[in-house]
């Protein structure tokens, strides 16, 4: 005390400043110490084994609570996961390719010339962002989808959604010459499981079937006939119409396809709507190489994709025909294939795998009357989405399956519909 009285003013304040300046040190260091023994409050660093009630609702090993920090992590892992693996029995077509033994490495060429050529009038300039989806989904009719897929593609989703019948847009591409006999099979089979989901993609007026299936039976305008043009106006008003509806996945099938609806959910339901997903089957063993016209030289430009067969049927994830939509929503799907001057499922896969390189997922599970029907056997058929049949040099390439005479169903579609759903009116009693 002493000193203290005979010291300077600037000396004393020099004093005070360095007892101060230790005191913070010293309460600094308290904290330090005290944090690092116990911890923060709400915050455990050690995992913990749950709590004896908890353990009882779940009835398994005891799970560890762990920190917020590492909820996060394992959320975005699973997030990545979900977006880069792929589900079983699934591959890429590219791996399709080699597993079916063909020395071609698609995606390698397929991503080579996407850079060089010149296609600028429809080549797709950049990635839909939050802010689009967000701008989409205010105009769209059904926001509310929309909205939540927006959010899916920003905020980690841990689990993918579960879907449901009623989350799938199942649409049929048919004519007016098949309306009485490939619709009228379809609607007495496989569409009573699928009333409400399922739209028929015609080219006439049909007051009759409107009734049967009713009101599902779309006029598209379109032209009559099997030639490209008014295939690709089908696909495009199909397209369309599922972009309007809301509805998480769109399915194409043909009119002489066998959707076997059960499955089809079971399918989807390993996916999300909100990744891009393009799922369907090939016809051929090694991608399509097309010739297209090179505005600015003399010389065609070749490219190489793969694409779904439109006669298996092929689905298409909600987030993917968002993309889809700038360049191929509102009838532009029909300027698309008169530039490429190929049938809809192809003009499908050049957009998908060509235009937005999003490859096709190879789902052996589809399949068209290009492969041979007899092989597909029955004790598989619960496990099949779709079948096909068709009449070729007076013979039928139908499944082999027991039921009715050959004579009564030729396409052998009344009785795989009993084998798989027996409880139906028409089925013998077992
Ligand atoms: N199709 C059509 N207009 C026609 C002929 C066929 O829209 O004039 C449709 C038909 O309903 C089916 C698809 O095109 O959904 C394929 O027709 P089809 O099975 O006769 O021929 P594929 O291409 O399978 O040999
Ligand atoms: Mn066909």
Not at 150 to 164: C, F, G, H, I, Y
Request: charged content about 20%.
């Amino acid at each position: 005390m002493m000193s203290l009285s005979v010291l300077s003013l600037p000396q004393r304040y020099k004093r005070l400043l360095q007892a101060m300046t230790l005191a913070v040190a010293v309460v600094y260091m308290t904290l330090l110490l005290y944090q690092s023994a116990y911890g923060y409050p709400n915050f455990q660093l050690q995992p913990q084994p749950l709590s004896s009630s908890s353990q009882l609702l779940d009835g398994n090993e005891p799970a560890a609570i762990t920190t917020t920090q590492q909820l996060q992590q394992q959320q975005q892992q699973q997030q990545q996961q979900l977006q880069h693996s792929l589900p079983p029995t699934t591959q890429t077509a590219s791996s399709f390719a080699s597993s079916a033994a063909s020395p071609i490495t698609p995606s390698l060429i397929i991503r080579k010339d996407i850079h060089s050529f010149n296609f600028s009038d429809i080549e797709v300039s950049e990635r839909p962002t939050a802010t689009l989806l967000t701008e989409l989904a205010r105009r769209s009719r059904n926001g509310e989808l929309l909205h939540d897929l927006s959010q899916r593609a920003v905020t980690a989703t841990p689990q993918p959604p579960t879907t449901e019948l009623d989350d799938i847009f199942i649409s049929v591409k048919t004519t007016k010459n098949y309306h009485d006999t490939r619709l009228a099979l379809i609607i007495k089979t496989w569409f009573q499981l699928a009333r409400d989901q399922t739209w028929f993609f015609t080219d006439t007026d049909d007051h009759y079937y409107q009734e049967k299936t009713k009101g599902h039976l779309i006029n598209t305008k379109c032209s009559q006939g099997h030639f490209r043009k008014a295939l690709c106006c089908k696909m495009s008003a199909e397209l369309d119409i599922f972009l309007e509806s809301g509805k998480k996945w769109f399915c194409h099938f043909d009119d002489d396809n066998y959707v076997n609806v059960p499955r089809l959910v079971k399918l989807l339901d390993e996916y999300s709507p909100s990744v891009d997903w393009y799922l369907g089957k090939p016809s051929i063993s090694s991608p399509l190489e097309i010739h297209l016209d090179n505005k600015n030289t003399t010389t065609n430009k070749k490219i190489t994709f793969w694409f779904a067969t439109g006669g298996a049927g092929f689905c298409l994830s909600r987030a993917l025909t968002l993309k889809m939509l700038p360049i191929a929503g509102g009838g532009k799907f029909i300027s698309i294939g008169d530039k490429i001057r190929f049938p809809d499922d192809v003009t499908m896969g050049f957009i998908i795998e060509h235009l937005l390189k999003v490859p096709l997922t190879v789902v052996d599970n589809f399949h068209s009357h290009l492969e041979p029907m007899e092989f597909i056997r029955s004790d598989t058929f619960q496990d099949q989405v779709s079948f096909s049949y068709a009449h070729m040099k007076n013979q039928w390439n139908v499944i082999k399956v027991d039921g009715f005479d050959l004579k009564t169903d030729p396409k052998r579609f009344y009785s795989l519909h009993c084998q798989l759903f027996p409880y139906f009116s028409f089925c013998p009693p077992r």
